[in-house]
């Protein structure tokens, strides 16, 4: 199976990245929160699409758990 992500895969990703970036400053909590897990749902949907041999998929299994608790996300 393809373990590599396409460009458009990666492209959408990062966006999802930025946007956790900036959400961590966002002064109001429940848009904070609205912001981290729309662009969760979003990385989410890009891991679950991947192999499971694909490094992304072993990191996001470990890293998107950590994210939604920093978070406060159930």
Known sequence: ADTQMSNEDKADALEQVAALAKAVTHP?????????????????????????????????????PVIKKFFGLP
């Open 28 to 64: 109001k909590v429940e848009e904070k929160q609205g912001l981290a897990a729309k662009a969760m749902r979003a990385l989410k949907r890009i891991v679950d699409a991947l192999p499971t041999t694909a490094s992304l998929v072993v990191a996001g299994s470990k890293l998107l």
